[in-house]
T-cell receptor, first 112, second 117 residues
Framework: AQSVTQPDIHITVSEGASLELRCNYSYGATPYLFWYVQSPGQGLQLLLKYFSGDTLVQGIKGFEAEFKRSQSSFNLRKPSVHWSDAAEYFCAVGASDYKLSFGAGTTVTVRA | GAGVSQTPSNKVTEKGKYVELRCDPISGHTALYWYRQSLGQGPEFLIYFQGTGAADDSGLPNDRFFAVRPEGSVSTLKIQRTERGDSAVYLC???????????????FGPGTRLTVL
């Protein structure tokens, strides 16, 4: 069975600073990987996804993620965060045709 | 266009009562999913519909939970004899794929927060 670990429960970052959120997965085959963002009262919004090809994936809102098979990781990065990036971020792996397995999430706080 | 909508946004009920949660998927999406998100956790898969049929209900925790999608569009998640442990946010998602491929993107609704007193 597949699983996802997000080691950081909460991260605080200053506005304008860089951000990196960690994600490690466990899956026996080539994973399909996703990052979602969830703002209070909002549904999950897809930031980016990796299926194959280039291991550096660009997403919306200036986010990118890099798939590293050797480390079983899919870390999310943003060079310069904005106050609006404060939210909860979920990494997910799609193993079967339809089931997504999510990590427990990382809450990001942005300080002025 | 309109996204996935869910009603009600909040539902408070008493232990032992029956509840129904509704999901309106994006028009034209054939695949529909229900997830449950407990406090401090990521969403957990409950059930997947392809069209009108439940293709996989392996995530439903027990037989108190049931979901239908009679016309292949709107879906209702039904919980009988609610328990305090059922309190969570119930998320619905839909996707376009005809066959639920792994490359499919799931679009999520805002969820229904269920509180069982």
């Amino acid at each position: 069975a597949q699983s996802v670990t997000q080691p950081d429960i909460h991260i605080t970052v200053s506005e304008g600073a860089s951000l990196e959120l960690r994600c490690n997965y466990s899956y026996g085959a080539t994973p399909y990987l996703f990052w979602y963002v969830q703002s209070p009262g909002q549904g999950l919004q897809l930031l980016l996804k990796y299926f194959s090809g280039d291991t550096l994936v660009q997403g919306i809102k200036g986010f990118e993620a890099e798939f590293k098979r050797s480390q079983s990781s899919f870390n999310l990065r943003k060079p310069s965060v904005h106050w609006s990036d404060a939210a909860e971020y979920f990494c997910a792996v799609g193993a079967s045709d339809y089931k997504l397995s999510f990590g427990a999430g990382t809450t990001v706080t942005v300080r002025a | 266009g309109a996204g996935v909508s869910q009603t009600p946004s909040n539902k408070v009920t008493e232990k032992g009562k029956y509840v129904e949660l509704r999901c309106d998927p994006i028009s034209g999406h054939t695949a529909l999913y229900w997830y449950r998100q407990s406090l401090g956790q990521g969403p957990e898969f409950l059930i997947y519909f392809q069209g009108t049929g439940a293709a996989d209900d392996s995530g439903l925790p027990n037989d108190r939970f049931f979901a239908v999608r009679p016309e292949g569009s709107v879906s209702t998640l039904k919980i009988q004899r609610t328990e305090r442990g059922d309190s969570a946010v119930y998320l619905c998602a839909s996707s376009l794929s005809q066959a639920g491929g792994r490359a499919d993107t799931q679009y999520f609704g805002p969820g229904t927060r269920l509180t069982v007193l």
